[in-house]
């Protein structure tokens, strides 16, 4: 079992950063691919970003490639989301999951065994 909690959300003005966190607790960190998804109203939550379990790989939506970095720091089983030149298009609730295996990363809501509550991120235009 993990546990995961999300933090660092807010409003922030288009053009502007944000930087969530995702603390995990429970069983070894290093064991889970780490990835964030994201829930705008009335819509589907979508994949975002992804991030192997050593964090020497990593993936990203084409929508946020370029402007978003995901990382990681093992021995403070936390992972990262980087978020700058922020869009109002961004606006949602951001979820972090956890994945467990050292396989490969994933991009589907199904491929994750457990999830955070979620922070909510709202841009301004």
């Known amino acids: 079992q993990v546990q995961l909690v999300e933090s660092g959300g807010g409003l922030v003005q288009a053009g502007g950063s944000l930087r969530l966190s995702c603390a995990a607790s429970g069983r070894t960190f290093s064991w889970y691919v780490m990835g964030w998804f994201r829930q705008a109203p009335g819509q589907e939550r979508e994949f975002v970003a992804g991030?192997?379990?050593?964090?020497?790989?990593?993936d990203y939506a084409d929508s946020v490639k370029g402007r978003f970095t995901i990382s990681r720091d093992n021995a403070k089983n936390t992972v990262y989301l980087q978020m700058n030149s922020l869009k109002p298009e961004d606006t949602a609730v951001y979820y972090c999951?956890?994945?467990?295996?050292?396989?490969?990363?994933?991009?589907?809501?199904?491929?994750?065994?457990?999830w955070g509550q979620g922070t909510q991120v709202t841009v301004s235009s």
């Open positions: 999951a956890a994945k467990y295996g050292l396989g490969s990363l994933g991009r589907f809501e199904k491929e994750y065994d457990y």
């Open positions: 991030i192997s379990w050593s964090g020497g790989s990593t």
